[in-house]
């Protein structure tokens, strides 16, 4: 990744251990597995690979976590692994990051600091061994020694077209960007059965809806992944933008304690959430970022802040009429929530010239949603009304601006 010219101190990288000569292994590298061993006051994390692994590690704070960042491994790990901890370790995610990079993210109970990390050669029996060991420390150390490395990396993102859009494509097709919910490192809400990810729902919904609208050769169709890869929030927002979209579509799907609770629901962008499950349903997807280890602190308020102007308030209004259109196609074929519609201000809708809307087609806590939702000839028949909405949306638009 590219560094853009900034003013931050980029060569501050926190606990950087640099392993050389791994370059040839690339994606052929196995992560075998991770291994936690609790000591008084401190933890070891061991990650065993079958060839040098080149791992760059640092810490974040609120919430405390410990980032690895590697080049593209494949994970060859037991089911299961990462969602107990040990020590001050609640737990641990692991997952592609970028094309080309993979990383790992420790949830911390309390502050720690990387005391030392090191690679230990293959012996007989046991594969190459990366070693990171952490121990408790106070607020104000954890917080003197924040990783700068994320924060360069958020920055030179910062860098990416939001300003302004795209040209136009010099042809009538209408362009939809459909942006699968989280990915990679960042698998979303989890199934009641504990064996779907959001994730995979959201990118096999995607493909369906866009693949029954290239079928009508209306739209030139763009997903924001096409891959279990992590995209940050800004950046979906930047894909739709670049890409001059004309409509974006957000797709996730819920999860609640209350398991009973199911059904879809629809979303449009506000400053004031239309009740308190709204807020904190957008509370929960705007933290993607969070979850895959952004260091958030440096332009959180950036990304909540951009200004709802009155361009955005024409785009709320059209977003308002995709949702109805939406709702209308899907009751069908669906069960909604009582209250289908609702606002909350979702980052990833906060595209001031594209109208979006964000669609939670249901809730992976309830067990029939989960089945429904993970059943091929349903996910069908979610896409076709889907894009039936879309149809009937532009064919409106096409009126009001035809006469
Ligand atoms: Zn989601």
């Not at 640092?58 to 060859?76: I, T």
């Not at 939809?176 to 096999?204: M, N």
């Not at 024409?314 to 074929?333: G, I, K, Y």
């Amino acid at each position: 990744m590219k560094h853009r010219g900034s003013g931050l101190a980029l060569a501050i990288l926190a606990g950087v251990v640099s392993v050389a000569g791994a370059a040839a292994a690339g994606a052929e590298t196995e992560v075998t597995q991770i291994r936690l061993g609790v000591h008084p006051g401190a933890v070891r994390v061991v990650v065993e690979a079958s060839a040098k692994l080149k791992i760059s590690s640092f810490v974040l704070v609120r919430p405390y976590r410990v980032v690895l960042d590697m080049p593209e491994v494949r994970w060859r790990l037991p089911m299961g692994t990462g969602r107990r901890g040990k020590g001050f370790v609640a737990g641990y995610r692991f997952g592609q990051f970028v094309p080309g990079r993979a990383r790992m993210v420790f949830d911390l109970k309390g502050p720690a600091v990387i005391v030392k990390s090191f690679t230990i050669p293959p012996t007989p029996g046991r594969p190459w061994r990366f070693v990171l060991d952490l121990k408790r420390t106070t607020a104000a150390e954890a917080r003197a020694r924040a990783g700068r490395r994320t924060a360069a990396v958020a920055s030179a993102r910062r860098g990416q077209p939001l300003a302004r859009s795209a040209k136009k494509p010099q042809t009538s097709q209408k362009v939809v960007v459909i942006d699968p919910g989280h990915g990679g490192i960042d698998p979303g809400t989890t199934g009641a059965k504990k064996r779907v990810f959001e994730k995979h729902i959201t990118l096999a919904m995607a493909r369906r809806l866009k693949r029954e609208l290239d079928l009508s050769g209306r739209y030139k169709t763009v997903l924001t992944r096409t891959r279990d890869v992590f995209v940050r929030l800004r950046g979906r927002i930047a894909r739709a933008r670049a890409s001059g979209a004309d409509l974006f579509v957000s797709l996730h799907v819920d999860s609640m304690p209350n398991s009973r609770i199911r059904g879809a629901s629809i979303y449009t962008l506000s400053e004031r959430a239309s009740d308190k499950e709204a807020a904190a349903l957008a509370a929960r997807e705007n933290k993607a970022d969070l979850i895959a280890g952004m260091d958030l602190s440096h332009n959180s308020k950036q990304v909540t802040d951009i200004l709802i102007n009155l361009a955005q308030r024409e785009t709320m209004n059209h977003s308002v009429r995709f949702a109805r259109f939406l709702f209308d196609e899907m009751r069908h074929s669906t069960r909604f929530l009582r209250k289908s519609h609702r606002f909350a201000g979702f980052a990833v809708l906060k595209a001031p010239d594209v109208p979006s809307v964000l669609l939670e087609m249901g809730y992976l806590s309830n067990a029939q949603d989960e089945e429904r939702l993970t059943r091929p000839r349903y996910q069908a028949r979610l896409a076709k009304a889907m894009a039936r909405a879309i149809d009937r949306y532009f064919d409106a638009r096409g009126r009001a601006a035809g006469r």
